[in-house]
């Protein structure tokens, strides 16, 4: 790496620097240092697609923590020598490549359509004396320059040296496959006479036992999406891919399979049948499903199991939300999908909710996705995806998930 002076830098160059010490300053987790740094060098060098990869000391592979892109590259990784990333990280040293010489590397994540810019820019994330990992910047109308290069290589030193003296450790990914993949799904409706293209190819990876949320606008997508993952609703082009199986296009009967036995859903809407006891709400679903839990289980899961007779006019929304979470969950299902659970409730009811939401992730291992327009949610998630006007902006790996009571908003 080239020595720090201040002579050579123009205004941009020293702006970023800047921003990636101010910014550095307050991340208080490895996650947040690396998804700060990751918005200012996309930003810094005008790339429109960035990842940051770090070294797992155990299995000596560089894992994708940081994707700022369309694609979920997040999780794949690289052995040493491996590709780009692998290269770069057993080296210790920059390179700069065409983006068409990388993909013949062959590296999983990078090898695809990921990699549109002219040239691709990968950096060490390392001390002198050791390299933690890489940052991967592509996606950039004009070749990197040098000058770019080195900006990258004094932000990535500040960074590595920052994740050393915080002591921050890096907890790698399991080897897992998904739960469900979707990929390049599009959905078109029409509005009078004209096609509006509500999802515009969304791709993304559910792994086992992962809480995923959605995050956007209102407006973007995500209910739509979330219907064609659950199979309520129809898309236009693309495919979703359920433990192995194509349930793209799918027979009435496999989709009321699919629905019944293993997918749970969670409404902004509670939905209870109002003439049916708590108790009796869940019971309903649990009397249709193939392999249900016992439904006094699924209420106390809930903290709700001393609510058992109640009607649903005698519980308050929270209560009812949990009703319908308890719902969900009875059928042991294998995903369960939460639209917007907290958008009706006020703030110390959204938060116990959330708590039960965190619960049934944690301890029931239950795999859910969650859907919502509020940002300080998404701490809680162990992915969080944003969606934006119908297209995947990015999707961030949170390696330290918050806690659902210290969430503040
Ligand atoms: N059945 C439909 N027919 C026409 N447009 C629809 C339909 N469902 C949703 N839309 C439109 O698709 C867009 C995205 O909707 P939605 O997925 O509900 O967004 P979000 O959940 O992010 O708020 C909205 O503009 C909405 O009006
Ligand atoms: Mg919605």
């Known amino acids: 790496m080239k020595a720090l002076n201040i002579k050579d830098m123009n205004t941009m160059h020293v ?6 010490m101010e910014e550095l300053r307050d ?3 490895l996650e947040d240092a690396l998804s700060r740094c990751l918005d200012l060098f996309c930003n810094g060098t005008r790339s429109n697609k960035g990842s940051i990869w770090m070294l797992d000391e155990q299995s000596g592979r560089t894992i994708a923590t940081n994707v700022y892109s369309t694609e979920d590259a997040t999780g794949e990784s690289a052995g040493p020598d491996e590709g780009l990333v692998g290269r770069v990280v057993k080296s210790g040293k ?5 983006a068409e010489e990388v993909q013949n590397m062959k590296l999983a994540g990078v090898d695809s359509p990921a990699l549109t810019g002219k040239t691709v820019l ?3 994330i390392s001390t002198p004396k050791h390299t933690t990992g890489c940052l991967l910047l592509t996606g950039k109308e004009t070749p990197y320059t040098e000058e770019e290069m080195t900006m990258c290589e004094q932000c990535c030193s500040i960074l590595a040296l920052d994740i050393q003296d915080k002591g921050f450790t ?4 399991e080897d897992r496959e998904p739960l469900v993949s979707v990929r390049g799904v599009v959905k078109e409706f029409l509005s009078g006479e004209e096609i509006r293209q509500i999802l515009k190819g969304v791709d993304l990876d559910i792994y086992p036992g992962e809480l995923v949320v959605v995050l956007g606008e209102s407006g973007c997508g995500k209910s739509t999406l979330l219907n ?3 199979g309520m609703d129809k898309m236009t082009k693309g495919e979703v891919i359920v433990e ?17 036995e293993y997918v749970g859903f969670i409404f902004q809407a509670y939905n209870l049948m109002p003439n049916l006891s708590a108790y009796e709400n869940v019971e309903f679903i649990a009397e249709i499903a193939d392999d249900p839990m016992d439904s006094m289980e699924a209420l106390a899961l809930v903290g709700l199991d001393s609510k058992a007779d109640n009607l649903p006019v005698a519980l308050s929304g929270g209560q009812m939300q949990r009703i319908s979470i ?6 042991n299902p294998k995903i369960i999908l939460a639209d917007e659970p907290t958008a009706a409730l006020d703030y110390d009811t959204s938060i116990k909710v959330l708590s039960v939401i965190e619960k049934i992730s944690k301890e029931n291992n239950t795999t859910i996705l969650m859907v919502t327009h509020n940002p300080e949610i998404a701490k809680m998630a162990n992915r969080v995806v944003r969606l934006r006007d119908g297209k995947i902006s990015s999707i961030r790996v949170n390696l330290k998930p918050l806690r659902a009571t210290d969430l503040v908003w």
């Open 170 to 173: 890096f907890r790698p990914f």
């Open 228 to 230: 064609i993952i659950g």
């Open 94 to 98: 920059s390179e700069i490549y065409k």
């Open 27 to 29: 991340a208080n987790q």
């Open 244 to 260: 192995g199986k194509d349930m793209s296009d799918p027979t009435e009967q496999e989709l009321t399979e699919y629905r019944r």
């Open 122 to 124: 990968c950096v060490p």
């Open 326 to 331: 308890a719902r969900a969950l009875v059928k």
């Open 15 to 20: 702006q970023i620097l800047w921003q990636v």
